[in-house]
């Protein structure tokens, strides 16, 4: 566990220097200086709490827990600022400042719920936190092809054309019942799990990690870049790949706290 989110240290710096372009895509110094800051935070959270103590008692650790409340507190805001794009980008458009702290809050939270959750395995239990993250992972891939396909086929009535104009209200529909796929897994494996909530939660998380497609695809339009960076050629950059994750992971680990701790 502790080689592992070390190891995943390395994989939100890469995420946090794309990031850096969307702070100023221009500016090498702007990219770096965002990419020291997030390594700085993120070596500090491995040292101040190792992941043996990630969890006490059933208990999540107090700063691993505030700082997944507080990104969530972020989505609601994140939110809102897509609700109402572009008209919000004139308030954080050109603000470095402002574009710094949403990255801060949509991968440091990221971070701490996916070792929380992972932390989340036992001796008797040693797959359980990896299978949690899986199941995430599971709940967005399923959101983002049932999207894509149901987009292609029939989409027609646009989601935020402001935002992203590939993406449809049919599409969204598509994602949200492709999820349901997800869900008898669930019940197949763990069929003692109350139906209705699962189906409640995988929905949520859901909508959930399409909020974070869209603020990622906000944040990009007003850096005028298209991919967040050329890391995974075709695919984009890492940021690209996470950007519902980052989202989802968070809002999944307090659900998960809330109910079946």
Not at 75 to 98: C, D, E, N, Q, T
Not at 171 to 200: R, Y
Request: proline residues 4%; contains cysteine; neutral net charge.
């Amino acid at each position: 566990m502790e080689y592992f989110s070390w190891a995943l240290v390395a994989v939100f710096l890469i995420a946090a220097k794309e990031w850096g372009r969307i702070i100023d895509k221009r500016c090498n110094v702007t990219q770096w200086s965002f990419t020291l800051t997030i390594g700085i935070l993120l070596v500090a959270l491995n040292l101040l709490v190792p992941t043996e103590e990630v969890w006490f008692k059933g208990q999540l650790h107090p700063v691993y827990l505030a700082i997944t409340l507080i990104g969530a507190m972020w989505w609601v805001i994140s939110l809102f600022l897509v609700l109402s794009y572009p008209k919000s980008a004139a308030l954080w458009g050109k603000s470095h400042m402002l574009k710094s702290m949403f990255g801060q809050l949509t991968l440091v939270p990221c971070f701490t719920a996916l070792i929380a959750l992972k932390a989340l395995s036992t001796a008797s239990m040693p797959y359980y936190g990896g299978a949690l993250v899986f199941l995430v992972m599971l709940t967005v891939w399923a959101t983002d092809s049932g999207a894509y396909f149901a987009g292609k086929a029939l989409g027609k009535h646009k989601l935020m054309p402001n935002v992203s104009p590939a993406k449809t209200v049919e599409g969204l529909l598509g994602g949200l019942v492709t999820t349901m796929v997800v869900v008898a897994g669930v019940m197949m494996v763990s069929p003692e799990q109350e139906l209705g909530l699962v189906i409640g939660v995988t929905l949520f998380v859901a909508l959930v990690s399409a909020l974070g497609d869209l603020s990622e695809s906000m944040f990009k339009r007003v850096a005028d870049i298209k991919d967040s960076g050329t890391i995974l050629p075709g695919h984009g950059g890492v940021l690209d790949r996470i950007d519902s994750l980052t989202a989802a992971l968070p809002i999944f680990t307090l659900i998960y706290i809330a109910f079946w701790m």
